[in-house]
């Protein structure tokens, strides 16, 4: 069990370590970058919001993703 919490822990790092900017923990991101950091189109990352399968949250008419809503939805595929 420990293992896999190590192992988890290293997973998310590792996805931190990614951004370019540490500190893009707290911003949001928009759908583009939020597919890029998905490894998915931006047309399934949509589908996926339409389905409600991933956090949200729309400014005026835009759409944007915090890092712990990408991180929570990936979190929720492996289950």
């Known amino acids: 069990m ?3 919490l190590l192992l ?3 997973n998310l790092n ?3 370590s990614t951004l370019s900017n540490p500190l ?3 911003k949001l991101f928009n759908e583009d970058r939020a597919a890029k ?3 998915i189109s931006k ?3 949509i589908t ?3 389905e409600g399968k991933i956090h949200y949250r729309q400014i005026g008419k835009s759409i944007r993703y915090s890092l712990s809503d990408i991180l929570e ?3 929720s595929c492996r289950k």
Request: aromatic share 4%.
């Open 73 to 75: 939805f990936e979190e």
């Open 2 to 4: 420990v293992e896999l």
């Open 8 to 10: 988890e822990i290293r």
């Open 43 to 45: 047309s399934s990352l």
């Open 14 to 16: 590792a996805k931190v």
């Open 37 to 39: 950091i998905l490894d």
């Open 24 to 26: 893009e923990t707290a």
């Open 48 to 50: 996926l919001r339409n």
